[in-house]
């Protein structure tokens, strides 16, 4: 452990050199005595040449040791203490003409072989440990240890993460020698970019690490990268050629501080690309404060939640939705809230998206789900009322097999009137997949409870299969009735959609509705129902049970 440690392995260096050259020292001035003195020890005598010949057989030894220690610069001290004892050995017979001292040229000649055959098992591993063995470049060891060399320099220069999208697919579909092949073509062009002004790495995965200096512009060597990874790569093997496509991202981090510090440095990379990877918009970025901030925020509010959904940071507003003849309340949709300890209340437009990159919108959903239907078990089709309580079930939810089955068992266990639920979807759901989610909405229907189509105008569905959706409400976004009172071209395609949503045997709602001169055109349009701030802004549970309750007491079933 200790010699993994470049200090530790110079200072043991530096003390087996020492003893040698302490030996060496010894071993010429007993050469010049060989042959004539001999070196009482006890009753024992013992001749100077034979005292020279432990001292080399011990040199050897350290020699073999520096090599352990350090196989490239141990090499070198030990090559230049076997010549110095080989010539001494050469130097005592020259000057004693006898041969007393050839055994000791030989110990020199057998120390050498030693370390140059240790030294090149050391390289050999070494090269395995640090080289991947798929596209022949310097694997995660090798680019870690490259780049600690630096660490405390003043070397300038950028280090850019490149993540590659689509090899796995590529593994899947044709096998991974297809993908192998692939990430060798990317290596190889990768590492034309940057010639000899930079080196480029394979580090786990589909994930390349790539070292500029000084003398590149990383955005330059970014796009080329980009344009490199991101054109057609035909692999061939076998007679079997495919064409892959491959999308790169890339986190780029500049050595900005005075002096280098790798782990800095690696851990803006991460950022700068985890950023780039999360928000889809950029190919690539340069890590900078709000990078920082961003990855800093988006952490905090991932362990809120998981905090939250224990200790109860969650509420629920309820937006009131009516018929747009005479007003009347149809019904309410949850919207979840977060309130921190602090007081800070996060918006849904920030948590929801977080919690919908990783799998804990499962448990936010399912949490919500819980939660409204218990809020609104006593008031939800009391005497037969047909008040709606929707709620927003997110893609990844819909898309599980059991979901139906989980949402009837909770439905009994909080006795809740199946016919007043109603599960809100977005067309993202359904547009990317997936058998299971169009057989979910048949089972919820089926169940009796309602199936409500969000955010509609936004997606890119089919007409074709939006015609066979299983669905009971169009929700048409904000952002169409944001301008259908502008012109008369976003008014025909509200329109359109309104008619559109008739044809289906389904109701159409307008989201959003601020104004009272959309209003007036929706009512003109034939819209069924209205939801927005012109009629009613989302409500604290207490309102909109009282409001939920007047209604019951005055339209009685
Ligand atoms: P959404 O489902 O489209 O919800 C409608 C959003 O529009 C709500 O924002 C609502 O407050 C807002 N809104 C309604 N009428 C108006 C209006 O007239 N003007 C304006 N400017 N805004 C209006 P909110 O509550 O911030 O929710 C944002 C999004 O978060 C929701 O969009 C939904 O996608 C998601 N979300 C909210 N609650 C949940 C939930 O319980 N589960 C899941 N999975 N997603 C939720
Ligand atoms: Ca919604
Ligand atoms: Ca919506």
Known sequence: MLLKNMKYKKLMLGFLMAINIA???????????????????????????????VMQAVMGLVCIVMVIVDYRRGLMLALLTILISISGCARAMVMASDATSLPGVFSGLISLASVLIISNQFSISDRKRTTDQVTGLKNRNGFEEYLQKFAGSREKGALLYVHLEGVIDVNTRYGRSFGDELLRI?????????????????????????????????????????????????????????????????GIALSTEERLDPKLVMKRADIALTSVIREHKLKYRVYDEEAARKFERRSELEKLMREGLENDYFYLD?????????????????????????????SPGEFIPIAESTNLIMEVDQYVIKRAMKEFAGICGRNGNSITLSINVSAKSICLPNFVTTLKEKVDEVGFPAGNLEIEITEYSITDSKDVAT???????????????????????????????????????????DNVAKD??????????????????????????????????????????????????????????????????????
């Open 439 to 481: 057989n979910n909405l048949r089972r919820l229907r089926a169940a009796g409870i309602k199936v409500a189509l969000d955010d509609f105008g936004t997606g890119y569905t089919s007409l074709a299969k939006l015609m066979r959706l299983p669905v009971d409400l169009l929700k048409i976004d904000k952002s169409l009735i």
């Open 488 to 557: 008369d071209k976003n008014r025909d395609f509200v329109d359109t959609v309104i008619y559109l949503g008739h044809l289906m045997n389904g109701e159409v709602i307008a989201e959003g509705v601020e104004g009272e001169d959309q209003l007036a055109i929706l009512k003109e349009l034939n819209c069924d129902l209205i939801q927005g701030y012109v009629w009613g802004r989302p409500l604290a549970v207490d309102v909109a049970k009282r409001i939920a309750e007047e209604y019951v007491k005055k339209e009685p079933a």
């Open 23 to 53: 030996m060496t020292v010894c071993t010429f001035i007993l050469g010049r005595e060989e042959g004539r003195h001999f070196l009482k020890i006890g009753r024992m005598m013992m001749p100077y040449s034979s005292l020279n010949g």
């Open 318 to 346: 309820y937006q009131p939705q009516f018929k747009t003849g005479g007003k009347i309340l149809r019904g309410f949709e949850a919207l979840l809230r977060m309130k921190l300890p602090n007081g800070e209340i996060v």
């Open 186 to 250: 990317i290596a190889g062009r990768v590492t034309n970019i940057v010639g000899s002004k930079g080196s480029v790495y394979r580090l786990e995965g589909p994930e390349l690490a790539v070292v500029i200096n000084h003398e590149m512009d990383p955005l330059i060597v970014a796009d080329a990268i980009i344009e490199s990874v991101e054109a057609r790569s035909t692999v061939n093997i076998d007679d079997e050629e495919i064409n892959c496509y491959i999308n790169a991202s890339i």
